[in-house]
């Protein structure tokens, strides 16, 4: 990520010393400047990208909730991914914007799925085993979604609803329970084998 941070140091150098223009780009210099990324690593033409979507990303992800931090971070990550796969971006299937803000999304979502994976309360017994093994912990990886799905679907009824309800709705543990009119110890617990068999699934042990 070194590189990436030289990087966007460098085109925000570069945006700073193009004048401003007030109606925007068009749709077909934003391909262009997408297309000189992708074939002569243009820097330039990236630091008009940057100027240009790094501000609108940053507001869409403080109106999806994220704070001012985490916008800011995703804002420069998404950017950070233009330059790596612009030669990706195909004009006959997509706008750039409607590109560029796919990429966004998929990145804030990728980063809520990793934090309610980290955010699962384990149980006093869980903690303790985990304890026994903390050096042979790994992070787990966000498997990309159709992965993912897969696995949640193959684990049993009951611990499957509560992954969803946790994982995919963004439901509370509290919330859960209303849901499924169980208790929140219950919902604790589901929650704690569902996920064990998950990490032992995507090669954790």
Known sequence: ??????????VKTVDSTTPANISGPSTEQLVDWLKAVAERRDREAFGHLYGHFAPRVKSYMTRQGADAAMADDLAQETLVQIWRKAEQYDPDK???AAWIFRVARNLQIDKYRRRKLHEVELTEEADRVESAAENHERSIEQPDADKLRKL????PGEQMDVVR?????GLSHA??????????G???????????KLRTAMGER
């Open 175 to 184: 919330e859960i329970g209303e849901h499924l009119s169980i208790p929140l």
């Open 186 to 196: 219950t919902v604790k617990s589901r929650l704690r084998l569902a996920f064990g």
């Open 1 to 10: 990520m070194h590189r990436g941070v030289a990087m966007m140091q460098a």
């Open 94 to 96: 997509a706008a750039p």
């Open 152 to 155: 949640v679907s193959e684990l």
């Open 165 to 169: 309800l946790s994982f995919f709705e």
